[in-house]
């Protein structure tokens, strides 16, 4: 089987939009998108939290601006309503997505985050649900969260950072399941 390595390279940092799941976000917005106040992240008042800008300075963690220090869909923020721990900010997207700074796979090394092969189907054989699709289940694991983790079709991937990649199955009593791709 041969395998093709393409490597290229994003952009920097952002200002006015994110790009993918806006982990290089680096404007002013400090509303979420129901209009809460962002807390500050050097604050431990209204919420406790671990995302401290002494502790994780590569996040950019300044005065109550949205942030993505967790690798999560999008920037978001704690809030300052003691009811609201956090929430998601509304911050558009940039016109065009980047492309990925890391390599294309169509074989697993270490977690499988750059696999971009065409394998849809589990380790127990179950086909996998496309990814752009809600039923049999539910997620937020979707094309437009992930912009660039190659959410195509029903192809196994690893969006998440999770052990290896996986998908949603087509099975309504099996959520998700691991695929079995092979190493490089």
């Known amino acids: 089987m041969n395998n093709y390595l393409v490597c290229v390279f994003a952009s920097s940092f952002t200002d006015n939009c994110i790009e993918c799941i806006g982990e290089n976000y680096r404007g002013q917005v400090s509303t979420t998108e129901n209009g809460y106040t962002c807390q500050r992240w050097d604050s431990q008042t209204p919420h406790k939290h671990d995302f401290k800008p002494s502790v994780h300075p590569e996040n950019n963690l300044v005065e109550n601006y949205c942030r993505n220090p967790d690798s999560g869909p ?40 750059a696999y971009r092969g065409t394998i849809a189907v589990t380790v127990s054989g179950k086909t996998c649900q496309r990814w752009s699709t809600q039923t049999p289940h539910r997620h937020d694991r979707t094309p437009e969260n992930y912009q660039c983790e190659g959410l195509e079709n029903n192809y196994c991937r690893n969006p998440d950072n999770s052990e290896k990649p996986w998908c949603y199955t087509t099975d309504p009593d099996s959520r998700w399941e691991y695929c079995n791709i092979p190493s490089c």
């Open 74 to 113: 999008r920037p978001w923020c704690y809030t300052t309503n003691p009811n609201k721990r956090w929430e998601f900010c509304s911050i558009p997207r940039c016109s065009t997505i980047p492309p990925p700074i890391r390599p294309e796979l169509t074989c697993v090394t270490d977690k499988g985050k």
